[in-house]
């Protein structure tokens, strides 16, 4: 496949990808109470963001609109896999997984959903070392969706999308794009990957990064992530369509409509869950290293590249998407958007301005996030629902930023 770079090298963690405009992350939570089922470490000190930063402020952080027509119920499930020993913590002799599904509700008459929980909050903003807010600040993010509003009737079944986010960024990053996705029609399921950052559990128990004390953050080390995530991928589908399903609602789900996106490390995941599991038809990598090989039998299933011009583009800084690519042999696109980081296409850049922390002067939150909600919708349009989508053939007038690449070529125009 070529040379992968290692993810580990890009950053610390989620928030500190802010200071440092960092990629995967290779720190677990710094602080957290006695009841963790992981230890805790002292944060790499962060790189100054070179942009200039407003003073860190403490008004209430919230999530851009949703631009479907249909109001949005939201979810959280504990599912547990009995079939396997947890792959970061053996001793621990089942998987345990902490997934949010949001979907097309009937009009809400509830408050919003909370974004996280205070002391995910907490662990992430310390990890960070982010000072002068409060430390619950991420939990109290205004979001547009009911918890466990009723669901809107569909004859014919949801179009299920899996959202996979980065190594050791919550499963809550990926909060607005699955949003918008549920207002348009979908079904959409966001999985913590357990030990691989702060989820909290029933009950109040708290997991932490047990895949981060693993010095050695090798290319063996990324198979087991990819071998994981895919793992993990593959239970879910099963706990939403299987003979019974761990929502009551999943009988609206269309077992035949089924696609995945994931950001940095699940967008990588993306590649190994279609690899492992049939069921995923159609695959998005949003700029994450490609550490999942394709084999030379290739894939065939239809897959989107999108990512951040200065480091996506063909032959560029990460030349894995170039290897990945060659063995696609069904569908496939290579977009690349101008100005954009790496936290430009998840909630993280829209909140850190909002708190004071992040700013991005070249492509605005604002911006990057209407960008990634419609490109990632026409994809999941295309495939899953079989309507035309010129803006993925072409360069758009409406997003002069966003570049198709031609990768025999290397260029992005």
Same mark, same amino acid.
Not at 37 to 45: A, E, F, I, K, Q
Not at 159 to 166: A, K
């Given at each position: ?46 790189? *100054? ?10 008004? &209430?952080? /919230? ?51 909370? /974004? ?53 960024e919550p499963r809550s990053s990926l909060t607005a794009l699955a949003e918008d996705l549920a207002s348009r029609g979908y079904a959409v399921v966001s999985i913590s990957h357990t /030990?691989?950052?702060? &989820? ?94 394709? *084999? ?5 299933? *239809? ?25 696609? &042999? ?27 922390? /992040? ?27 079989a309507k035309p989508q010129p803006l993925l053939n072409a360069r758009s007038p409406r997003f002069p930023d966003v570049k198709l690449c031609d990768v025999e070529q290397k260029t992005c125009a």
């Amino acid at each position: 496949m070529g040379h992968v770079m290692n993810p580990a090298r890009r950053g610390v963690t989620a928030i500190a990808a802010l200071l440092a405009f960092a990629a995967v992350t290779s720190c677990a939570p710094a602080s957290g109470p006695a009841r963790s089922d992981g230890p805790l470490r002292t944060p790499s000190p962060a790189r *100054p963001v070179s942009a200039g930063l407003a003073s860190p402020r403490s008004g &209430t952080p /919230y999530l851009p609109k949703p631009t479907g027509s249909q109001p949005v119920g939201t979810t959280s499930l504990y599912l547990k896999d009995t079939s396997r020993a947890d792959p970061w913590v053996p001793g621990v002799k089942a998987r345990e997984l902490m997934v949010s599904l949001w979907y097309p509700a009937k009009p809400r008459g509830r408050k919003p959903a909370p /974004y996280m929980t205070p002391k995910e909050s907490e662990l992430l903003m310390k990890d960070g070392e982010i000072t002068g807010v409060p430390l619950d600040l991420l939990s109290k993010t205004r979001t547009n969706a009911t918890t466990d509003a009723e669901p809107a009737g569909h004859r014919r079944g949801l179009p299920l999308v899996v959202l996979s986010p980065g190594f050791t960024e919550p499963r809550s990053s990926l909060t607005a794009l699955a949003e918008d996705l549920a207002s348009r029609g979908y079904a959409v399921v966001s999985i913590s990957h357990t /030990y691989e950052t702060a &989820t909290s559990f029933p009950g109040g128990r708290i997991t932490t990064c047990m895949a981060c004390e693993v010095k050695a953050k090798d290319q063996t080390f990324w198979d087991k992530v990819g071998a994981t995530r895919a793992a993990d991928v593959s239970f879910v589908l099963d706990a939403l369509t299987g003979a019974h399903p761990g929502w009551k609602s999943a009988a609206l789900i269309d077992p035949s409509r089924i696609a995945m996106a994931g950001h940095s490390a699940g967008g990588a995941s993306a590649v190994g869950a279609m690899l492992k599991d049939p069921r995923v038809r159609a695959g998005i990598d949003i700029d994450g290293t490609a550490f999942v090989p394709v *084999p030379e039998s290739g894939l065939s299933r *239809p897959f989107l590249f999108l990512g951040a011009q200065a480091k996506h583009s063909p032959g560029g800084k990460d030349v894995s998407w170039d290897g990945v690519w060659r063995n696609l &042999t069904g569908w496939k696109r290579w977009l690349v958007v101008a100005g954009a980081e790496h936290v430009s296409f998840t909630d993280i850049a829209v909140l850190g301005e909002q708190i004071g922390i /992040y700013r991005n002067t070249d492509l605005p939150p604002a911006r990057s996030m209407g960008i990634t909600r419609t490109y990632v919708a026409a994809f999941f349009d295309l495939h899953l629902r079989a309507k035309p989508q010129p803006l993925l053939n072409a360069r758009s007038p409406r997003f002069p930023d966003v570049k198709l690449c031609d990768v025999e070529q290397k260029t992005c125009a």
